[in-house]
């Protein structure tokens, strides 16, 4: 249920298509820009080097509108635009799609990777968990916060492939028992792997059964 001031808001700020400023009545899209940015692409762990991981699926390029749409999301206290993202969730049927072509077992459990405490205090918001929980919990999966961060890290932003993985190495550490379980990994952004990787990783160690990883945009690293 919408507030009173998000009311208010709506009647003088009413959302608009990240990409072509048109007004939209949900998601963060326009239907044409929807099917003009959609890039839903199943990446091959391999190519990533995650050998943790059965297959990763990316709903849109992290580039142009969406790109930014995150960064305000992530760095500019955007909170109302991270509720359309879960909107975008609900809209978009690739993801159903793609649970299908996975063929994922009955008893996944959806793990989202944990966000830096601190950064989720500054923000007051869990980026990976606005996007995916509603969409979790609406397709019947058990949203499950498995993963917590032991030691901060520095943003990825910015650093290279290896740097990455030197920067997140060791930062996770399980707290619910997840052996034997299927695991679908979620997140906002995917690009060299690193962190899902190292969340994989963990999970695997402390006996999860196949981890998948699908995250709200993503693409080539350094991006
Ligand atoms: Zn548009």
């Known amino acids: 249920m919408p507030s009173f001031w998000q009311l208010l808001t709506d009647v003088f700020f009413p959302p608009v298509c990240v990409e072509c400023r048109q007004r939209i009545s949900e998601g963060i899209l326009c239907p044409a820009c929807r099917r003009k940015l959609a890039a839903f692409r199943i990446l091959q762990p391999r190519a990533y080097c995650c050998p943790d991981i059965e297959s990763i699926c990316l709903f849109y390029s992290y580039d142009a509108a969406i790109k930014k749409a995150l960064h305000d999301v992530k760095f500019h206290g955007k909170k109302r635009l991270l509720a359309a993202m879960a909107e975008e969730m609900a809209i978009l049927e690739t993801p159903k799609r793609v649970c299908n072509i996975w063929n994922l077992p009955k008893n996944i459990v959806v793990?989202?990777?944990?966000?830096?405490?601190?950064?989720?205090?500054?923000?007051?918001?869990?980026?990976?968990?606005?996007?995916?929980?509603?969409?979790?919990?609406?397709?019947?999966?058990?949203?499950?916060?498995?993963?917590?961060?032991?030691?901060?890290?520095?943003?990825?932003?910015?650093?290279?492939?290896?740097?990455?993985r030197k920067n997140v190495r060791g930062c996770f550490s399980t707290i619910k028992d997840i052996s034997k379980r299927p695991i679908l990994l979620v997140d906002d952004i995917f690009t060299s792997g690193a962190t899902a990787e190292e969340a994989a990783h963990v999970l695997r160690k402390q006996g999860a059964g196949h981890v998948w990883v699908m995250a709200f945009a993503g693409g080539a690293e350094d991006k």
């Open 111 to 164: 793990v989202p990777i944990p966000t830096d405490r601190k950064r989720v205090e500054e923000r007051g918001y869990d980026v990976p968990q606005g996007i995916f929980r509603s969409w979790s919990l609406k397709h019947g999966f058990v949203w499950y916060e498995a993963l917590t961060r032991i030691r901060s890290t520095q943003p990825q932003y910015g650093l290279g492939r290896n740097e990455r």
